[in-house]
């Protein structure tokens, strides 16, 4: 599989940005990481914004930077989109110019996205003809995400690119940002420090703190690893499960989804079978049963999953993490856990409360 | 107007015109190094610029007359007198027009910023492409204002054209310095019609200026 491979290190009057960095140039990767921690320096090194004065990259076979030959790309010359955290159009072109600049720019036949898919994509069909200040921030992030993409980009790079919007016009962009990279297989790096924007998009989570990297994992890996725990604040520890739509319950007003064989029951979503769907499972919604009972239960959820590890995380409550096929984490009291006698190997039941979807999720 | 005024006219406004081509293509890339530049000679440089404000014409005239003369190290490299001549008055007028140009487009080049220009370059564009497509536009109205100040304020120099340039008629007696001759030969009628002329002229372009200012507003993004 296709590597992006960068090392850099470089200071600033306050600041020391300094990691080794290895992943697979598929999917969404999120650089995630308090402000300060270096997350858009990363960025803009990768993009050629920055030089760092010791650095190499490779993405894929190409080498873009490599200080000790000198090799340096200027930023004009990689196969990149860059979107900003303000949408930086250019304010003397209207919205078809704004969208055709990089267009115009690349060769012909390394043009791979078209403008109509892209408009179609973004939904901006209606403001092409528009000057760029009378649009929406929304509008405008849009906009500057479709200029990038019509650069045919190998590599589509959004630094807080919803940062500077409310709520609602974030959640006008997340699918957008799905999508196309869903349709246009594009891989995505993606800065950001909101919890909500991370279980929605991400599929591997790049940690930064003080300039340094963290870790690197999946995302349920890195939700799910009690060294991380803290990185994303206490109150929201679960796991994030990628489903599949396997059937509808329109009686009872609920979805079916699969998960590893494993049967899910959700409130009824509008997408058709086959559709790919996030959830987000918190651990405090997560209790344990030892056998199946036999008895009726009013909770519709339950999976068998396999105790992997039991954590301390106070006097009184206990984190057990489960594989259910991917990781899942409980939380219980000890008191609990001392009644189940459970311990890593066993074999348990774990009853869902609540299976929060993807567009519930807030910050 | 007498034939004498209008090739004084002519002469002005060739002088003018000639300097403010030569300060864009001096000015625009020192402007822009002063605008982006972190280099500690930076208020070194601004002050340079800003001296022909506060320096009085006739120094500045000097100095650059002696810069000029057969002695002098311009007219030692050139091998050629541009004292009292008309490329001497345009290099004499450079100077003296110098801030007029610059500090609007530094100003301009300050506002629009760097994130322009990096959108641009991630949109595939080389430096001179991302100039000219977009730094320029968004820096309009400086270029506005830097070629309508350095055209007037060319047209109203006296100092220093009298000191460099003399007052040759067809080479360069230019207007001002024809009003000067009229009111030293008592010809009052004529220096009335030429400073009225000079009077109008310059408010005029002033208006045009800030009429300008308000009718292309730049929309920062």
Redesign the interface.
Known sequence: MSRLVAQFDVRYPTFHLRLDLDIPTSGITVLFGPSGSGKTTLLRCL?G?ERAPYGFMQFGDTVWQDETTGRYL????RP???V?Q???????YNVRSNLL??YN??RRDTRRIAIDQVVEILGIGPLLER???RLSGGE?QRVAIG??LL?SPSLLLLDEPLASLDIQRKQEILPFIHRLHHELAIPVIYVSHAISEILQLADRLVLLKDGSLMGVGTLNEMLTSLQFRGSFGSHRVGAVLDAKIVGHEPQYGLTQLDFSGQRLLVPLQPSAIGQPVRVHILSSDVSLVIGRSTLPTSVLNVLEATVQEIREISQSSVEVLLDIGAPLIAGITRKSLMTLGIKPGDSVFAYIKTVALNEEVTD | MTDLDLSALWVSVQLATTTVLVLLLVGTPLAWWLAHTRSPFKPAVEALVALPIVLPPTVLGFYILIALGPHGPLGQLMQLNLAFTFTGLVIASAFYSMPFVIQPLQGAFEAAGKAPLEAAWSLRASQWDAFLTVISPIALRGYISAIVLGFAHTMGEFGVVLMVGGSIPGQTRVLSTTVFEHVEAMEYGQAHALSAFLLIFSFVVLLTVYILNRRFPIHAS
Do not use: S
């Open positions: 993009a914004l200027p930023l004009q010359t990149i989109g860059y900003f303000e949408p930086r159009l250019f304010p003397h600049y990089g720019r690349i000057r760029t200040h405008q200029r990038a650069t």
